[in-house]
């Protein structure tokens, strides 16, 4: 299986950027496909963006499209969301996720392995 961690989180006023990193170890990172979610305060968790296992295929929720940008760099085993134009609302735990198979995916259950989260906050 598959550890992840990420890092990178903090506070940004709104119009900032920040740059998180999604660190795995374990098995073979290429073997997965990968996902960003968040979770804010009393709301259910929801999908950010995914990329496939080359990195060739991705996409994002309609929430953050045009100001988020999902990548990842296979040698060095991580992952990275690249957010511009932060709001308010963007603020939440941002997790990273793994899962089984080369294949993007949008939902929580497709995902088997998780990270414990980086805090995201972005003040008016």
């Known amino acids: 299986q598959v550890q992840l961690v990420e890092s990178g989180g903090g506070l940004v006023q709104a119009g900032g950027s920040l740059r998180l990193s999604c660190a795995a170890s374990?098995?073979?990172?290429?073997?997965?496909?990968m996902g960003w979610f968040r979770q804010a305060p009393g709301k259910e968790r929801e999908f950010v963006a995914a990329?496939?296992?080359?990195?060739?295929?991705?996409y994002s929720a309609d929430s953050v499209k045009g100001r988020f940008t999902v990548s990842r760099d296979n040698a060095k085993n991580t992952m990275y969301l690249q957010m511009n134009s932060l709001k308010p609302e963007d603020t939440a735990v941002y997790y990273c996720a793994a899962r089984d198979g080369l294949g993007t995916a949008s939902e929580t259950a497709e995902y088997a392995y998780w990270g414990q989260g980086t805090q995201v906050t972005v003040s008016s």
């Open positions: 990329i496939n296992w080359s990195g060739g295929w991705r």
């Open positions: 374990g098995r073979t990172f290429s073997r997965y496909a």
